[in-house]
């Protein structure tokens, strides 16, 4: 019992990193329908980021955080403005090649300030709690509360506030939107800003719990569309469950059946579930 | 009148013998210089310029009356077999290079030993580990670091010694050299009435290796054994003791302080055993791998990892094959040459010769095996391992 506890505990702290960057990417889908590869990149860069103001400049890890995320609302702008709105109107092919791009463009980017070499963001969190012999290292558990709270956050602007309403209504109904008075030229700018944020903080949690080197980031956006895929297209809550399912899947197979087909045995486990609901856990049918 | 044309001759000719005397010999380095394996790729690449650049400054490598000048070409094979596969074309095709150092890792080098029989080249195998790169009798092939099961063999006893029963395996096992060290570790293992109670993997790009250990820390081993690149086995150092796993940790990964300590604490890593190739460790090393670490250090900035001597000194086991040969062209003598070699002064490891001879018959060097043990921030030479050379020689010599 203790070990199937102790193993869902791994997954949790993966899954919430899964879930944040699922939710970058289902409000990107969702509200302007871009399958936002690049987003793996973005993420480490913030975590390549963080590490090198952490290391070079000697910052707080929580200032240096704090900076990424504001360069990451700033890039999330730029990327927006200068990569996508320039095909918003044409065919989604274009956007599609724009998206690749894009991802060699930040995965050379990255290579060229940062280098070939694996960093691991250091954080000196290094204490480990028991709690009836499940232990849970303080980083993980800082993990889990900060992506806990990042998706609170998230949920309570979508939900809650005007700029929130507004996304949804773009995302239900761009004319109808239009029609009552939404600036919808505005939104795409705020939908990456935050995406591109979310995206940062989960390469900040990579970067501190495993590593961020090249290539790393095209493997967590595959994992990210798996999630968007298990959970609903679009769906903010799908985004959470199926990023913990996701997490906790890959734990347990690891765990009890083999680590060699973590990854072979999560992605059956999502076909299973889309054989049952094809519009995801979360999604509308 | 006619001395003056007697001298001006003279001086021409002394000019001429002067300009021929300085020639320019290109090797070539296919090793893993970006990507996972580049922790022991850079560091061979790296290695072998210095070593060039050494020789060049001793006055080159002496062919006759002519001094060759090294120039190093190196290409980045990131350790896969296809690049490695086309880092060495270009280097044999386009760049005209007969004689090739570097080689880390067994994947990229098992696929280039399959075809460079057949090429007028030399290839020099350094880091990489799988018995079968000197097994398949190529005659153009030399190793310097010897095989992982021979290392394998000796971790075994080791561990036994200390009196382990159950040890839990974690390690890259679908790599071929990984699997054959635990095989010959188990074997040994097994002798002294110990087993191996669970062997969990990871993939190399792995760094998430919480469920693995979760799994063995239900299985309360005596000890766990690690066995893959430096990066996945300082995760699964660190992790280990976060899941509180508190029993000896022993490991195969060649890696250096520096390489362990971006992933893990000094106190994560406090009392992890390396059971590998006597390799370069500062506190335990000859004169020559003090001034190679001390040279390397300054020149790169960041200290050697252990394994980067293999490519040091394959650059001077080449340099005193080609100058015991004669020449640079005939690829077939400098080759012969290699397999006749004495230890040259100047390497760094601390080679266990076969029959007086560098290389065996199979073009295998053999390094005698140790035991390091983390102490407080560094890695400490603790003992010798056993180490029959000639024995494994023989033994290798009947392997297919």
Redesign the interface.
Known sequence: M??IL??II??VA?GGVYVLIALGLTTVFGILGIAHFAHGSVSMFGGYLTFFLVVTWGLPLFAAILIAIVVGLVLGVLIELLAYRPVRHASHINAFIVALGLTMMVEGLNLEFFG?????IPTDL?R?F?IGGV?I?EL?LYVIIAAAVLIGAMTIFVEKTKTGQAIRAVAQNRDAAILMGVNVNTIPIVVFSISTALGVCAGVMVGS???I????GE?LVVKGFAVLILGGLGSIPGAVVGGLVLGIT???????I???Y?DVIAFLAMILVLLVRPQGLMGKA | MKLLATLTAAIALASTAAFAAEKTLDIGVSDAL???A?VYGLPQANAVKMAAQEINAAGGIKVGQDNYMLNVIAYDDKANPTEASNSVRKLIDRDGVKFILGFCCSGATGAVASFIEGEDAVMLVGNAAERSITTREIPNLVRTRPPADYTGAAAGTFVAEKGHKKVAVLGAL?VGFYASYVDAFEKELNKAGGEIITR????L????????L??I??LDPDAILVVGYV?PAA?IYR?A????IDVPRYGFTSGSEEQFL??A?P??MEGVWDLRPTELTLLSASENGVAYHKNYSEKYGIAPSPSSPYAYDQTYALKDAIESAGTVDDVAAVAKALRSLQVPDEVVMQYLPVQGKMFDVNGQAYTSNGAFQWQDGNWVFVQDLPSDAAAYSSYLSTID
Do not use: C, W, Y
Not at chain 1, 116 to 120: A, K, M, N, P
Not at chain 1, 250 to 256: Q, R
Not at chain 2, 205 to 212: A, F, G, L, N, V
């Open positions: 203790i070990e102790q193993q791994n997954g993966i070939h070499e694996q960093v691991v290094s480990v028991e232990t290292p993980r719990l495993f590593a080197a090249p290539g790393i493997g890959e734990a347990l197979a690891a765990g009890f083999s680590s060699a973590k | 970006t990507g996972g580049a679908d969990e993997s990871f993939g790009k792995d760094r998430d290796m919480t469920p693995q979760t799994k820390r239900e990066e995760f992790q003791v976060e899941l509180g971006r992933v604490t106190e994560q």
